[in-house]
C-alpha cells in the first residue's frame, strides 16, 4: 500500500509541510544548502523544489514549487519514492543505508546538505503529526 | 542421418526443418533426444539479445540416449541414457586447470561460434549451408552431436525429462546457493525471479535450512510455484520495486544472500541493495552483453557488500548431476514441481510464449519415441 494514492496526496502533505518550515526557524537551515534543492518523487510522480529567498533572516527563508514550475537549476537533487520520503522526514530512515540501497539518490554536493542533518531530530515530530492531520483531513 | 530440428532462420524468424546430421567424429557422440528443457537463454538467442550466428539449432537442456559414438569414445555406448551439458570443458585450458570448469575457454570459445571445439558443425541444410548448433549442443532436433564430455551418462531408469531439467536450471539455481553463495543453515536469503533457475535456487536454500526464504517476482503464478518449491514469503513486486518488503521481512537489515535469476539491470540492482551489510548477491540471470548495471559505490567498502556472478552453477556436470538425481530420488530435490508443461518440437514458439507470461516454471520439449 502506497503511503500517498496520488500526486496530489504527495503535494498536500510533503510539500504543504515543506510550507510550513519556510516560516520556521529551521527554514533559515536552507541558507547554509546556498542553492535550491529538487525532490523528484516516484509512485506517484512528482516534483518539489525549494528555491532560498534572500536576504537570510527574512521569513519566508524559502519558496515551494511543484512540479512544472520547479524550473530554477538545483543545486541539490534528491530522488526517492514517495513512500520512502514519508518515511524519511518520519525519521524512519538511516541515510547512509538508504544511499547504499538507493533508496534515495543525491546529485550535487551532499555534504551541504549533510549539515542540515542533526537538525532534522527537531523536524521529525512535526512532519509525523502535520502527516497525520493532512491524512485525517 | 535426417533429422527435423528447430532452427533460429534469424532472429525473431524460429521454425521446423529437416537437417542432415553428421555422424559423430573422434571424441563425439550422437545423442537421441527424449527432452529437452525450453530455457530463457534460448529465447535471448531468438530475440538477438544473446547474439550468435544464424543459423541456429536452439536449444541445450537435453537428455536422451546415444545413438551412436564416434572413434575413441570408450565411456558411452549407444543406448545408454544421457543428459546433455552445454558447458563440456576441455580439461585442459587454463580455467579448466584452475578447477573452474564452468569457465572453460575451449566450451566458451566453441559456444560463442555456435559449433563443436574443433570448429565444426554437424547440422547441415539439405542446401549443404552449415546450420550452427546452439552452446554445443542444439537439443531442439531429434538428435544432435555433442563432444563425449557434453553427454552424461545416467543412471538406467532415469526419468529423462527430469534430468533435462537438472541439466541447465537445477544445476544453476543450487549451484548458487550452494557453491558461489555458500548458504549456510539459518542464513536468510531471496531469490529475484522465481522460473526454473530461481526455484531451483529456492529448493536448494531450503535444503541447506536458510530460512527466510523470500521469492520476488512480478508473476503471481509463478509465486505459486516459488511456494511449492519452498519459499516461505512472496513478495509480488510493484512499480515502487520490492525493496521495502524484504527489508519488513528482515527487520530492516536486508538478507545474507541474494540471488537475480532473471537478467535485468534494475533487479540485479534489487537484489544487491536487498542485502544486509556484510551480505552478497549473486547474479545468475544472464542479461544481453551491453547493458551496464548502477550500483551505489561506498556500499561495498563501507558495508563489505559482495557482488558475485554465477554461471552453470559453477558445476561440473559428471561431478553434480549424479548427486542432483540422487537427492531427487531422496525427496529433497522436487524436479517435477518446475516442469509445468510438455510442448512438440513445432510448439517452440508456444512454449516461449508461455515462459514470457509466467505461465509456466519450466515448458520442456518432449520428443515422440
Ligand atoms: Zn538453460
Ligand atoms: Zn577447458
Known amino acids: 500500500m502506497a503511503v500517498f494514492n496520488d500526486t496530489a496526496a504527495l503535494y498536500g502533505t510533503i510539500g504543504r509541510f515543506f510550507e510550513t518550515l519556510t516560516g520556521a526557524d529551521e527554514g533559515q537551515l536552507i541558507h547554509r544548502v546556498g542553492g535550491p534543492v529538487l525532490f523528484v518523487y516516484h509512485n506517484p510522480e512528482g516534483r518539489i523544489l525549494w528555491v532560498p529567498c534572500p536576504p537570510p533572516g527574512g521569513r519566508p527563508a524559502f519558496r515551494v514549487l511543484y512540479g512544472d514550475e520547479a524550473v530554477e537549476p538545483p543545486l541539490l537533487t534528491f530522488e526517492q519514492d514517495a513512500d520512502t520520503a514519508d518515511r524519511f522526514w518520519r525519521g524512519e530512515i538511516d541515510l547512509a543505508q538508504a544511499l547504499a540501497r538507493q533508496q534515495l539518490r543525491a546529485t550535487g554536493p551532499l555534504s551541504r546538505a549533510m549539515k542540515l542533518l542533526p537538525h532534522l531530530d527537531a523536524v521529525y515530530p512535526r512532519y509525523a503529526a502535520f502527516a497525520s492531520g493532512a491524512a485525517g483531513a | ?369
Not at chain 2, 531408469?157 to 541439466?167: E, I, N, Y
Not at chain 2, 548458487?176 to 536448494?204: H, I, K, N, Y
Not at chain 2, 512499480?239 to 524484504?246: D, I, Y
Not at chain 2, 519488513?248 to 544472500?257: F, I, P, W, Y
Request: glycine content about 14%.
Open chain 2, 1 to 369: 542421418m535426417r533429422v527435423r530440428a528447430a532452427v533460429l532462420a534469424d532472429y525473431g524468424r524460429l521454425g521446423l526443418e529437416e537437417l542432415d546430421l553428421d555422424d559423430p567424429g573422434p571424441g563425439e557422440v550422437c545423442v537421441r533426444l527424449a527432452a529437452a528443457g525450453v530455457c530463457h537463454s534460448d529465447y535471448h538467442v531468438y530475440t538477438g539479445d544473446l547474439p550468435l550466428p544464424v543459423p541456429m539449432v536452439l536449444g541445450h537442456e537435453g537428455a536422451g540416449r546415444v545413438q551412436a559414438v564416434g572413434p575413441g569414445v570408450s565411456a558411452l555406448r549407444p543406448g545408454d541414457p544421457v543428459v546433455l551439458s552445454w558447458l563440456p570443458a576441455c580439461g585442459r585450458c587454463g580455467p579448466c586447470l584452475r578447477g573452474r570448469p564452468e569457465l572453460c575457454r575451449v566450451a566458451a570459445l566453441a559456444g560463442e561460434h555456435g559449433t563443436l571445439p574443433g570448429g565444426r558443425t554437424p547440422f547441415r541444410r539439405p542446401s549443404g549451408e552449415p546450420v550452427h548448433q546452439f552452446s554445443l549442443t542444439g537439443a531442439f532436433a531429434e538428435c544432435t552431436v555433442v563432444p563425449e564430455a557434453g553427454a552424461v551418462r545416467l543412471p538406467e531408469g532415469a526419468d529423462l525429462a527430469s534430468a533435462a531439467l537438472l541439466s541447465c536450471g537445477v544445476l544453476t539455481g543450487t549451484g548458487a546457493v550452494w557453491r558461489t553463495a555458500g548458504v549456510r543453515p539459518g542464513e536468510s536469503v531471496a531469490v529475484f525471479g522465481a522460473g526454473g533457475v530461481g526455484c531451483s535456487a529456492l529448493q536448494a536454500a531450503r535444503m541447506v535450512s536458510a530460512y527466510p526464504r523470500i521469492a520476488v517476482d512480478v508473476h503471481p503464478r509463478r509465486l505459486e510455484a516459488a511456494a511449492a518449491c519452498g519459499a516461505t514469503h512472496l513478495v509480488l513486486a510493484g512499480p515502487g520495486g520490492p525493496l521495502e518488503r524484504v527489508l519488513d521481512l528482515t527487520g530492516g537489515e536486508g538478507v545474507d544472500a541474494a540471488f537475480e535469476a532473471i537478467g535485468r539491470p534494475e533487479t540485479i540492482a534489487q537484489a544487491f541493495n536487498a542485502t544486509r551489510p556484510g551480505g552478497r548477491a549473486v547474479v545468475i540471470g544472464v542479461a544481453p552483453p551491453h547493458l551496464d548495471v548502477s550500483l551505489n559505490a561506498f556500499a561495498f567498502p563501507s558495508q563489505e557488500k559482495r557482488l558475485l556472478g554465477c554461471w552453470y552453477g559453477e558445476s561440473s556436470p559428471a561431478r553434480d548431476i549424479p548427486a542432483l538425481l540422487r537427492l531427487q530420488e531422496a525427496g529433497a530435490l522436487d524436479v517435477r514441481s518446475l516442469l509445468s508443461r510438455r510442448y512438440a518440437l513445432d510448439e517452440v514458439g508456444e512454449a516461449f510464449a508461455a515462459m514470457l507470461s509466467g505461465a509456466v516454471t519450466r515448458a520442456l520439449i518432449a520428443f515422440a519415441s
